[in-house]
């Protein structure tokens, strides 16, 4: 599959787990990219941009939500999907991320299929 | 710490290691310092809540193996433990704390998780003995490893 998708979280482990669900819902791995914080995720996406982001919220330097608020105002990124997979769990937080744009969200803790999942729901949106 | 709630922080460890790793685990046999002693890394991350709490997590390098193996699909004996022991502790602080903080705030979801932060095994060891006084200590092995939880005030 041709789509582009971009891992973020502060977690090796987590970006890990997250590759290996795309790559099982199809994604090619020369198109799957990571980064670390929110900071670095622009950075990248204003590099290159990709189709769909796995958005942490919980990072350092750059949370999910700061990432979600800057990227709401840059009309450069307004085709990129946004799904959140946090341990995040307040409405009224994750409403705000609603209302910015996010259009999918699995909470942790998630059994590996269901991030397979998630992914091929976003390949199919694009 | 009540007993209902070291059993409720005993479920969402068992419930997220066998959710999201596949890794199986019961109450453990040895002691939870001597667990502590052979333990690959440990990290710890504050809950805040009606209380703010302090909740550790510290695996040896079996878990490591398992949880990474499990979550990511390689085999245990493919897991670089260097790269991986600090993370996994990290996420396991982060994916039980975020539990806890929605059980401690009765599904109203108002509790809010820190960033995890890396401890000596002489911090952790600390931390155990103190919350083995006035909070919880859990001691939980799986197939091939162990992990120690704690949760006091902070």
Same mark, same amino acid.
């Given at each position: 599959m041709d789509y582009r998708i971009l891992i973020v979280d502060?977690?090796?482990?987590l970006r890990?787990t997250a590759r290996r669900a795309a790559l099982q819902a199809g994604a090619d791995a020369a198109r799957i990219r990571e980064a670390?914080?929110g900071?670095?995720a622009l950075?990248r996406l204003?590099?290159e941009p990709s189709d769909i982001v796995l958005l942490d919220?919980?990072?350092?330097?750059?949370?999910g939500?700061?990432f979600v608020?800057?990227k709401?105002?840059?009309?450069s990124l307004a085709d990129v999907r946004v799904a959140l997979v946090t341990?995040?769990?307040?409405?009224?937080?994750?409403?705000?991320m609603?209302?910015l744009g996010v259009t999918h969200c699995l909470?942790?803790?998630?059994?590996?299929?269901e991030l397979r999942e998630l992914v091929q729901t976003l390949f199919a949106g694009c | 710490?009540?007993?209902?709630?070291?059993?409720?922080?005993?479920?969402?460890?068992?419930?997220?290691?066998?959710?999201?790793?596949?890794?199986?685990?019961?109450?453990?046999?040895?002691?939870?310092?001597?667990?502590?002693?052979?333990?690959?890394?440990?990290?710890?991350?504050?809950?805040?809540?009606?209380?703010?709490?302090?909740?550790?997590?510290?695996?040896?390098?079996?878990?490591?193996?398992?949880? @990474?193996? =499990?979550?990511? +699909?390689?085999?245990? /004996?493919?897991?670089?433990?260097?790269?991986?022991? #600090? !993370? %996994?502790? $990290?996420?396991?602080?982060?994916?039980?704390?975020?539990?806890?903080?929605?059980?401690?705030?009765?599904?109203? @979801?108002? =509790?809010?998780? +820190?960033?995890?932060? /890396?401890?000596?095994?002489?911090?952790?060891?600390? #931390? !155990? %003995?103190? $919350?083995?006084?006035?909070?919880?200590?859990?001691?939980?092995?799986?197939?091939?490893?162990?992990?120690?939880?704690?949760?006091?005030?902070?």
């Open positions: 502060d977690s090796p482990l890990a670390g914080d900071a670095d950075a204003r590099e919220i919980n990072m350092p330097v750059m949370d939500y700061e608020e800057h709401a105002k840059d009309p341990t995040e769990s307040n409405p009224e937080r994750l409403a705000r609603s209302e909470r942790k803790p998630f059994q590996p299929e | 710490m009540s007993a209902t709630a070291d059993a409720a922080l005993r479920q969402i460890a068992v419930d997220v290691l066998e959710q999201m790793a596949f890794v199986f685990v019961d109450d453990a046999e040895a002691p939870f310092d001597e667990l502590l002693g052979g333990a690959a890394a440990s990290a710890a991350l504050t809950v805040e809540g009606a209380a703010s709490e302090e909740l550790t997590v510290s695996a040896t390098e079996g878990l490591v193996r398992e949880v @990474a193996s =499990g979550m990511t +699909g390689c085999e245990p /004996e493919e897991v670089d433990v260097s790269t991986f022991a #600090r !993370a %996994v502790v $990290a996420e396991l602080a982060n994916v039980f704390g975020g539990e806890w903080a929605l059980q401690r705030s009765g599904g109203g @979801a108002r =509790g809010k998780v +820190g960033l995890p932060r /890396e401890l000596t095994i002489d911090e952790a060891a600390d #931390r !155990a %003995v103190r $919350a083995a006084e006035a909070g919880a200590v859990l001691a939980l092995e799986s197939e091939l490893g162990a992990v120690v939880v704690t949760l006091a005030a902070a």
